[in-house]
Structures are given as structure tokens and as C-alpha cells.
């Protein structure tokens, strides 16, 4: 969404770089989580009733406890993959390095947020915010930073607000014993209907939406879309 906010072309070099620089962020965000959440909050310490759940989408969850890999591993892995990220990012130059830093920085926020009320936000934060900001300075130039921001909250809202509601939901009873405090172990906690949340949610961002088509940052056909 950037790279076409800033009215780039898939032809250049740099929005490839910068791709391929998100996606070693994101596999270097998901790496650290794991190291975090065994290392830093315990959430995924303990026996299987007592951590966080396997899943069948998140193949590497628990793989510290349950042996298959060692927790100094999975640092080097992750730091290996931000590494990689850096030297695109540095080759791209600019602000870029900067908002990477920033997206690198989110992961510990996000850790840490399961325990403040912030976890929904910092995930937002970075699949939002910083991953539209990334691709328009991929482009160069001075890019309108206040269209792209804008522009980006739906994709936090999806993310974040609608899709940890249901990927913790599995995690809720056991992470609640160990102090989590988020939107979404709440609405677990206190037994409010999944589906009308998320419809509370959806009916928030396609109001959004339409707010954006209004000020012309979107088109009027995304109005039929979320």
C-alpha cells in the first residue's frame, strides 16, 4: 500500500529491496517473539496447559520448550534476520533506516504490551503505521506522511484489534494466570460473543473506510470492500 500511495513503481530496485527488507523485519519480529515470550514474559514456559497454545498456522510456537530448538538458536536467528534487513535498509538509505529501526524496536513493545493494555496498539503500530511508512520512503522523494498514516489504520484495525482476538483466544485461560491484560484475553475473560466483537470492529473500520473515500485518500469503490 505505500510503494502505491507514494506512486511508485514496481520497476525500481528499491521497492524490491524494501520488500524483501519487510519481510526479513517480519521474520525477525516473529523470531524474537518466540525468544521473548520464553525468555522475557514466561508466557510460553511451563507445562502445555500452562503456556501459550500450539497452533496449526504458527508452526514454531513452542519449539524452546518442547526442546526442538535452543534458546540461544532462535536469538541468533532472529538477530541474523534483522541483520539482513539492516543492510537493505542501508542501501536503500534515507528515513527508511530509521523506520525500520523503529519496526525492529516494536517487537519488545509488543512483548512487553501483553502486560499493559498496549498489546493490540503495538501490533497495530507496526503492520500498520510503520509497514505503509516503510514502503513510501522505499519510493524516495518527500512522501506524504499524514495520507499514509491515515491511509493504514484499517490494516492495523484487521491485524491487530480483529486478528488477536482470535489468535489469542486459544492462549486466554492459560496467559491470564500470568497477568496478561489485553482487549483480547478481556473479551475471553468475560465471556462477550467473539463474532459480535468483531463485528463491532468491522463496523468501525468500514465507517473508517468511508471517511477516507470522503477526504479522497481512497477510491469510491473501495466503499465496496473492507
Not at 507514494?6 to 525477525?28: D, E, N, V
Not at 543492510?87 to 504490551?113: C, E, N, P
Not at 473508517?208 to 481512497?218: E, K, S
Amino acid at each position: 500500500m505505500g510503494v502505491l500511495l507514494a506512486g511508485g513503481s514496481l520497476g525500481s530496485p528499491h521497492i524490491w529491496l524494501g520488500f524483501l527488507a519487510g519481510m526479513f523485519l517480519m521474520a525477525g519480529g516473529h523470531s524474537f517473539n518466540s525468544f521473548l515470550d520464553y525468555a522475557w514474559t514466561g508466557l510460553d514456559k511451563g507445562e502445555v496447559v500452562n503456556r501459550s497454545a500450539e497452533k496449526s498456522y504458527t508452526g514454531g510456537q513452542n519449539v524452546i520448550e518442547t526442546g526442538q530448538v535452543s534458546l540461544r538458536g532462535v536469538l541468533y536467528n532472529a538477530l541474523s534476520w534483522y541483520a539482513l534487513a539492516l543492510i537493505l535498509l542501508i542501501i536503500i538509505g534515507g528515513w527508511i533506516i530509521l523506520i525500520g529501526i523503529l519496526g525492529m524496536l516494536t517487537t519488545f513493545w509488543y512483548s512487553k504490551a501483553k502486560f499493559n493494555y498496549t498489546h493490540e496498539l503495538a501490533l497495530g503500530v507496526a503492520v500498520g503505521p510503520i509497514a505503509v511508512l516503510l514502503g513510501m520512503f522505499t519510493v524516495g522523494g518527500s512522501p506524504n506522511v499524514a495520507t499514509g498514516l491515515l491511509a493504514s489504520v484499517p490494516i492495523a484495525i484487521v491485524l491487530s484489534f480483529i486478528g488477536l482476538a482470535v489468535d489469542e483466544f486459544p492462549d486466554a485461560e492459560a496467559n491470564l494466570k500470568k497477568g496478561v491484560k489485553s482487549i483480547a484475553y478481556k473479551v475471553w475473560e468475560y465471556k462477550f460473543d467473539l463474532s459480535t466483537y468483531i463485528g463491532i470492529w468491522f463496523g468501525i473500520l468500514y465507517t473508517y473506510q468511508v471517511f477516507l473515500v470522503v477526504i479522497g485518500i481512497l477510491t469510491p469503490l473501495t466503499g465496496l470492500s473492507f
